[in-house]
């Protein structure tokens, strides 16, 4: 440190004040005050002011040194204040990066199927995994690290008691190895849904191995062991509507789906609380109309626990053709409040007025202020389907994502993020 850094402001400015004040000229010493007459008092106050100028050019001049101290003192002082870093964009603040999707084959249901893994970002694929020798590939879900999926398989699809192969796929973009795709132990019922645990140690699945018998189980993804089973005979219907089976994030809540005659409910289930009815050992977080304008075709709460986001279909199954208010039926997404029970906005819907269309809720972030949403339109005179995939936000609506050629739009009903 030099000599100069040492030296105070308060220093640096008496210096400055003594250095100005040496040169202003001695002053004359002031006469007596005499009698004069009253017509030469109006010459005082030229004096006095004259007096201020002399005295105040100092004084001026230290104000001024002062200023310029504390002006560097401030600068100095704000150079050492970290930069604030600009926002990231809206469309990358926590989505996810890397996709999995199961490869369909037009007209070929059981054929062997290969897993396409993605980058959203670039539109590249990072990995296309075959299929285990003699498994069918099916749902895959994805874990909170970005890097590790779930996917499910069948080793005899024709058992009506067929079991489920669990593999744990992770992937290393980049790398020499981008993948390395490993089988899990145990097996169960092969399930209509599954969902990985918050912290990735447990599976919950939800299956119906009869007609009149809807179970769900946990399972540990470590031993393959089931550690709890609720179960229930009452008639959870598949169909025309279903809740898509997730955790909380708290990690100790399950949420699942029933389908009445007029009504669907999505459900929150403890799983560390005792019981083993499925339905009087859960609570409705929120009822469903299955009818009106924005009628769910499946349903999904956020990891909060606060909103459950429905998604939406128009004339896919039936083909009916337009309606007279199709504008009312176009495929999207419709939030739920879970306090109110009532839909509070929504979220998107599709760019294509009147035309039939299924929408799939693929991934949502803790509040659904993100959304990952597909629509999908069936296909006209035996050609593909057509599709949007895409995120979905307040701010900005819905922004297509970067997919690969490989990735088709009958393709996004088996995708994870």
Not at 164 to 175: C, F, Q, S, V
Not at 179 to 190: D, M, R
Not at 299 to 310: E, F, I, L, N, S
Request: net charge positive; glycine share 8%.
């Amino acid at each position: 440190m030099s000599t100069d850094d040492r030296i105070s402001i308060e220093d640096r400015i008496r210096i400055a004040t003594r250095a100005r004040a040496s040169m202003v000229r001695d002053l004359r010493p002031l006469p007596a005050p005499g009698l004069s007459p009253l017509r030469h008092r109006s010459a005082a106050p030229a004096r006095r002011s004259r007096r201020w100028v002399t005295w105040g050019i100092p004084l001026a001049a230290a104000v001024a040194v002062v200023a310029i101290a504390l002006s560097l003192a401030a600068i100095r002082h704000e150079s050492t204040l970290p930069v604030k870093p600009s926002p990231p964009a809206i469309e990358t603040q926590g989505i996810p990066r890397y996709f999995a999707a199961v490869e369909q084959v037009p007209l070929q249901v059981s054929a062997p199927k290969a897993l396409i893994v993605g980058d959203d970002k670039t539109g590249a694929v990072i990995a296309t995994v075959p299929a285990p020798r003699g498994v069918i590939l099916g749902p895959v879900v994805g874990m909170a690290d970005d890097r590790t999926f779930l996917v499910t398989g069948e080793a005899d699809a024709s058992s009506p008691h067929r079991k489920a192969i669990w593999y744990r796929l992770r992937i290393a973009p980049g790398t020499a190895h981008p993948y390395q795709l490993t089988k899990l132990p145990g097996s169960v019922v092969n399930g209509t849904r599954f969902a990985v645990s918050p912290d990735g140690t447990e599976l919950a699945v939800e299956s119906s191995p009869s007609l009149h018998l809807t179970k769900l189980a946990v399972v540990s993804l470590a031993s393959g062991k089931t550690l709890r089973t609720w179960t229930t005979t009452t008639g959870i219907q598949l169909a025309p509507a279903a809740a898509n089976l997730s955790w909380l994030s708290d990690g100790t809540h399950v949420t699942f789906g029933t389908v009445h005659t007029t009504s669907m409910q999505v459900r929150t289930l403890d799983v560390t609380a005792p019981g083993a009815d499925l339905l009087a050992d859960s609570r409705v977080l929120v009822t469903i109309p299955l009818s009106g304008a924005g009628t769910c075709e499946t349903a999904q709460a956020t990891p909060d626990g606060g909103t459950v986001v429905c998604a939406t279909q128009y004339s896919f199954v039936s083909q009916s053709g337009r309606s007279a208010d199709c504008l009312k039926y176009e495929p999207g997404f419709i939030a739920y409040s879970v306090r109110t029970g009532k839909p509070v906005r929504v979220l998107y819907r599709s760019s294509k007025p009147c035309t039939a269309g299924i929408a799939n809720t693929v991934w949502l972030d803790a509040s659904a202020r993100h959304v990952i949403g597909a629509v999908r339109f069936p296909s006209v005179s035996g050609a593909l389907d057509a599709g949007e995939l895409g995120v979905i936000t307040q701010a900005r609506g819905f922004q297509q994502i970067k997919l690969p050629k490989a990735v088709i739009p009958a393709d996004f009903e088996s995708m994870a993020f």
